[in-house]
């Protein structure tokens, strides 16, 4: 195995322990606290219906932020909006669904490969989570002699899962302070 192909096993391992945790911690904590508070509505229908309707309240909450978070996550691993709506939707969906007021400019000429499109959306969703709530941010993509280019501007580190990516597909990404850029071939 080449180094090359170590690097992106290793990346790819880690995404995976990173998305196991995220279920353990979120989604599927929620649904056994869900299980319990089922069970506590459950006896408190007949001895006390207002507080059994107040827990009742409170679950739907919780559930709804479940789903919000089952939601985030799925995108992460491939987003929807890619195919239904393309890259500026996906784009802009993201800074949204971050809290990151953000400028999306994507100029590509024709159809974007989805293998590109998917690494580009990964590279700007990284950079929107380390960069954070109510922060600003800006991405430009566009398509120059043969050549998908990006940039996110913003002040963002440690995105090295998805350099191993761009480079698997033979790209190159350079993280600058306030600066991140990439390129990756539109034909292979």
């Known amino acids: 195995m080449t180094a090359d192909a170590r690097q992106l096993v290793l990346a790819s391992d880690s995404d995976r322990r990173r998305i196991e945790r995220e279920l353990h911690n979120g989604p599927q904590q929620a649904l056994a606290g869900f299980a319990v508070s089922l069970q506590q509505a459950r006896s408190l229908v007949e001895s006390d219906p207002a507080a059994a309707v107040a827990l009742v309240d409170e679950m739907r ?70 960069i954070g709530d109510g922060a600003s941010a800006t991405i430009a993509v566009r398509d120059e002699d043969e050549t998908l280019v990006f940039e996110i501007s913003a002040d963002v580190a440690g995105l090295d899962t998805v350099k191993d990516r761009v480079e698997a597909l033979g790209g190159c990404l350079t993280i600058a302070s306030g600066r991140v850029a990439g390129s990756l071939p539109l034909s292979r």
């Open 61 to 130: 909450r919780d559930v709804q932020q479940a789903l919000e978070h089952l939601r985030a996550l799925s995108e992460r691993i491939y987003p929807p909006l890619l195919e239904a709506g393309g890259l500026r939707v996906a784009l802009r969906t993201a800074a949204a669904n971050a809290g990151v007021r953000a400028r999306v400019e994507v100029a590509v000429g024709g159809a974007c490969p989805a293998e590109l499109a998917v690494t580009v959306y990964l590279c700007w969703v990284e950079a929107l989570e380390r």
